[in-house]
C-alpha cells in the first residue's frame, strides 16, 4: 500500500495558560493521500487552526506524531527541518502580507529563505503572478491593492517554492461571498492543473462539500475528529451543483454532525 | 502603459506639493512683520525682545565671533548624533532578543529617557576632564535612550501572524529579525531618531551652559553678560536651525526609506 502524504496519529494539543490548561486537540488521527483534496470542517474554537499550525511546524504537537511522506515530523521544542517545510505552503486567514515589501518582494521571500536561486524560479514568480491577475501590481505595496488581490497574493505566496502539499486556513473567510466562490473555483482549477495535496480548512458546510473529496469533522471541547465522510461527487466541480440532489445529501448529512455537536455543547 | 501603472501612482504621490513650502515660508514672514510691528508699537526693550531686524543685522556683524562656537556645536551634535543611532538600535536589539532584559531594562530606559542630562553634566565634567569635545559624551548619553526606547519598542510588538508566517517557511532568527522584526520597527526607529535630533541639541547646549568655554551655549551667556541681546537671540536661532535642520535631513531620508506608509 502507498504511504500517505501526511498523516496524524493520535495527536494531542494541550495548551497550559496561566490559570488553566485548553485542551485545543485531542487524540487527532487521519491519514491523506497524496493529490487528495480534504476540507476539515469545524465550528469556531475547536481546534482547527492549531491542527494544521502543527502540522507546518509553527506549534510542537503535546503527543502524537505527524508523518509527512512516511517521515516522522514533529520534533518536541526542535524546529521542523527546512526540507519538510519546504515541501508545504500555509495559507493564512488573513493575507499576512509583510506591508514593508512590495506584492513582488513578499511573494519571493520564501524563495529567498529557502535558498531557491536563478532565472527558473525567477520565471516562477512572474508566471504566478500572471495567473492570479497580479502582475501589474508586483511593484505595490500591499496597503495599495484590494483585499482580494491580497488574498491572492497570499496564495501564490504559499506555492511560489512549488510545494507538495497545501494548507489552508480558512484562507477566504475575509472576503465578500462573490469574491469568495471565484476563489474557490479558481484553487479547484489550480488543484486540478498541479496535482497538490490540498486540505482546506473552513466552516462553511457547503464550501467543503463544493471542493473536497472528504470531510473531516471536528467537535469542540475538547477538539476532536467526530465524523469522517467521504464525498462520491463528480469532477470537475462546479458551482451549479450546489442544486442537485447528492449535493444537498451530504449538506444535509454534515449539518446533522454539526448540529449534533452544536447539541451536546449546551447539555 | 498598464505595467507600471501603481508605480507612476506611486511617483505621483511623493512629487512635493508646493503648498507644502510655501505655506511655512507665509507663516515665518507673518511671524517676523508681526514681531517687527509688535516690538516697536509697544516700545519693548531690547533686553527682553530685540526685533527680528536687528537680531539679524547684529548676528550678521558679530558672526565671525559666533561662527567659530557654531561649528563647534554643529560638530558635537553631529557626532553624538551619529554615534547615537547605531548604538541606540544596536541595543534595543539586543534587549529585544530576551525577554527578561525587556523587562528589566525598560524602566531604566525610560528613567534614562526623563532624567535631565544637564544634572549630570557637573559631575560628568568632575569625571571627565574639561576637554571640551567630552560634550559628545553628554549628546550621546541624552539621545541613545530615546532612541532604544522607541526602536525597542517596535521591536517587541511585532504581530503574531507575520512569525507565524516566519516560522512556516523556517526562516532562521537572524533572517526573521531582518526581514520582520526590523523592518516592522523601521517607523518608529525613525520617530526615535527625529526626536533624537531634539534630544541632541538640547545636550550638547546644556553642556555648554555648564562646561563653559565654546560652544552656541556659552556664546549665548558671554553676550548676555556684555548685553548684546540681539547676539543672544541670534544664537537661540541657530541653535534652533541646527536641530530643525537634522530633523528635516532625517524626515527625507525616512521618505525615501518607508516607501510602504503614506
Ligand atoms: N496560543 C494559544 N494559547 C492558548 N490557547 C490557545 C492558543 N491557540 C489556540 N488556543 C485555544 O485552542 C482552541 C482552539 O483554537 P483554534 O484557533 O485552533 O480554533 P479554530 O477551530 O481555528 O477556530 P476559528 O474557526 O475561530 O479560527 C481555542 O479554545 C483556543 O482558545
Ligand atoms: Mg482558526
Not at chain 1, 494531542?12 to 488521527?29: G, L, M, P
Request: with cysteine.
Amino acid at each position: 500500500m502507498k504511504e500517505p502524504k501526511i498523516k496524524f496519529d493520535h495527536v494531542t494539543k494541550i495548551f497550559e495558560t496561566r490559570n488553566q490548561s485548553i485542551t485545543a486537540v485531542k487524540d487527532y488521527s487521519m491519514e491523506i493521500q497524496e493529490g487528495e483534496f480534504v476540507a476539515i470542517l469545524g465550528p469556531s474554537g475547536c481546534g482547527k487552526s492549531t491542527l494544521i499550525r502543527m502540522l507546518d511546524g509553527i506549534i510542537p504537537t503535546t503527543s502524537g506524531d505527524i508523518y509527512i511522506d512516511g517521515q516522522k515530523v514533529n520534533h518536541e521544542k526542535k524546529k521542523m527541518p527546512q526540507e519538510v517545510l519546504r515541501k508545504m505552503g500555509f495559507i493564512f486567514q488573513q493575507p499576512n502580507m509583510l506591508p514593508w515589501f512590495t506584492v513582488r518582494q513578499n511573494i519571493s521571500l520564501p524563495l529567498q529563505v529557502f535558498a531557491l536561486k536563478g532565472a527558473k524560479w525567477e520565471k516562477q514568480v512572474d508566471e504566478l503572478l500572471e495567473m492570479v491577475g497580479l502582475k501589474e501590481y508586483a511593484n505595490a505595496y500591499p496597503s495599495e491593492i484590494s483585499g482580494g488581490m491580497l488574498q491572492r497574493a497570499g496564495v501564490i505566496r504559499a506555492m511560489v517554492h512549488d510545494p507538495e502539499i497545501l494548507l489552508m486556513d480558512e484562507p477566504f473567510g475575509a472576503l465578500d461571498e462573490l469574491t469568495r466562490e471565484q476563489m474557490n473555483m479558481e484553487l479547484l482549477d489550480i488543484w486540478s492543473k498541479t496535482g497538490k495535496t490540498i486540505v482546506f480548512i473552513t466552516h462553511n458546510i457547503e464550501e467543503a462539500v463544493l471542493l473536497s473529496s472528504r470531510v473531516y469533522v471536528m467537535g469542540t471541547q475538547p477538539g476532536r475528529l467526530v465524523e469522517t465522510v467521504d464525498l462520491n461527487l463528480p469532477r470537475p466541480r462546479q458551482l451549479s451543483m450546489i442544486t442537485q440532489p447528492e449535493f444537498i445529501e451530504y449538506r444535509q448529512k454534515l449539518e446533522r454532525f454539526i448540529g449534533k455537536i452544536d447539541l451536546s455543547k449546551i447539555k | 502603459m498598464a505595467k507600471n501603472e501603481a508605480i507612476t501612482q506611486r511617483k505621483k504621490k511623493e512629487k512635493k506639493d508646493p503648498v507644502n513650502i510655501i505655506a511655512p515660508l507665509v507663516v515665518l514672514a507673518i511671524i517676523y512683520v508681526g514681531l517687527e510691528i509688535g516690538l516697536r508699537v509697544f516700545d519693548v526693550p531690547a533686553y527682553v525682545m530685540p526685533t527680528p531686524t536687528n537680531i539679524l543685522i547684529g548676528t550678521i556683524k558679530s558672526f565671525d565671533i559666533i561662527l567659530p562656537d557654531l561649528l563647534f556645536t554643529i560638530k558635537i551634535i553631529c557626532i553624538g548624533f551619529c554615534i547615537a543611532i547605531p548604538a541606540g538600535i544596536v541595543l534595543a536589539a539586543l534587549f529585544s532578543q530576551f525577554d527578561i532584559i525587556v523587562k528589566a531594562m525598560q524602566p531604566v530606559v525610560i528613567w534614562l529617557v526623563i532624567t535631565p542630562m544637564i544634572t549630570l553634566i557637573p559631575l560628568m565634567t568632575l569625571w571627565l576632564g574639561t576637554d571640551p569635545n567630552l560634550r559628545v559624551i553628554v549628546v550621546i548619553i541624552q539621545a541613545t535612550p530615546i532612541i532604544c526606547l522607541n526602536t525597542l519598542n517596535g521591536f517587541i510588538h511585532v504581530e503574531q501572524e507575520k512569525l507565524e508566517f516566519a516560522k512556516s517557511i523556517g526562516a532562521s532568527k537572524f533572517e526573521t529579525f531582518i526581514h520582520i522584526t526590523f523592518m516592522n520597527a523601521l517607523p518608529q526607529v525613525f520617530t526615535g531618531i527625529k526626536l533624537g535630533c531634539i534630544f541632541s541639541t538640547i545636550g550638547a547646549v546644556s553642556a555648554d551652559f555648564v562646561s563653559r568655554g565654546m560652544g552656541l551655549g556659552d556664546r549665548i551667556i558671554k553676550f548676555l553678560k556684555y548685553s548684546n541681546f540681539e547676539q543672544s537671540y541670534g544664537c537661540i536661532v541657530l541653535i534652533a536651525l541646527i536641530g530643525i535642520s537634522l530633523y528635516t535631513i532625517v524626515s527625507a531620508i525616512e521618505k525615501r526609506i518607508v516607501l510602504w506608509k503614506k
